[in-house]
């Protein structure tokens, strides 16, 4: 089993629409959840930390659900700018190495 | 503040020749670097992890002698792709923890390297 696993999509939303995005993860003993944003052809930029209990910034919020080992990240209010491959990942300790998921494609169409 | 330089930014070579490709961070002082290669479409592919002052660890799967990996200080570390073929041609993006901010768990790529072998 991978040890991310995401629906790669791709997701195509209208302008305005809400979307969520699950991860899974396999190693029950990760500690730090992170969802990343990729942009064609360009590097991964942090879009938000995932907290115990859950957090939101401005029209993202992010979930985790230790119980079921799955992260959320629920987008308000699509914007055309949110396109882009989002990616999660889990760390077990801060010095570990970091394994991305394989990253679920947002297309918001006018 | 936590920029990581990434240079090259795009790289051509001929098939057979070696590339280099530095990560620095410019800001911070990076405890470890973590160096992926992302083909057309498909996910950031993890393939080393690099402590400073000590060997490179790499994932299954990829080849140390071919992959070289040096991390000299607490600021750079290097990729050379050694005797390079099409197959090689992709995208490399190296990412660095900061020392000071190192329980957060959170990584700064460089804006990627992309090599085409012909």
């Known amino acids: 089993r991978k040890e991310v696993e995401q629906d790669p999509g791709p997701f195509n939303v209208p302008e305005g629409a809400t979307v969520a995005f699950n991860c899974t993860y396999s190693?029950?003993?990760?500690?730090?959840f992170f969802w990343y944003r990729q942009d064609c052809r360009k590097e991964p930029k942090l879009l938000m930390s995932v907290y115990s209990s859950g957090n939101e910034d401005g029209r993202f919020t992010a979930q985790l659900n230790r119980a079921s080992q799955y992260i959320s990240l629920l987008i308000r209010d699509s914007k055309l700018s949110d396109s882009a491959t989002y990616l999660c990942v889990g760390v077990k300790t801060s010095y570990d190495k970091v394994i991305f998921g394989p990253g679920t494609s947002l297309s918001v169409i006018p | 503040g936590a920029v990581v330089s990434q240079h090259p930014s795009r790289v051509i070579c001929k098939s057979g020749t070696s590339v280099k490709i530095e990560c620095r961070s410019l800001?911070?002082?990076?405890?470890?670097m973590f160096w992926y290669r992302q083909f057309p479409k498909q996910s950031l592919m993890l393939m080393a992890t690099s402590n400073e002052g000590s060997k490179a660890t790499y994932e299954q799967g990829v080849e140390k002698d071919k992959f070289l990996i040096n991390h000299a200080s607490l600021t750079l570390s290097t990729l050379t792709v050694t005797s390079a073929h099409p197959e090689d041609s992709s995208f490399y993006i190296c990412?660095?923890?900061?020392?000071?901010?190192?329980?957060?768990?959170?990584?700064?790529f460089g804006e990627g390297s992309r090599l085409t072998v012909l």
């Open positions: 190693n029950s003993a990760s500690q730090s």
């Open positions: 800001d911070f002082q990076a405890t470890t």
């Open positions: 990412s660095a923890r900061d020392r000071e901010r190192v329980n957060t768990g959170e990584l700064f």
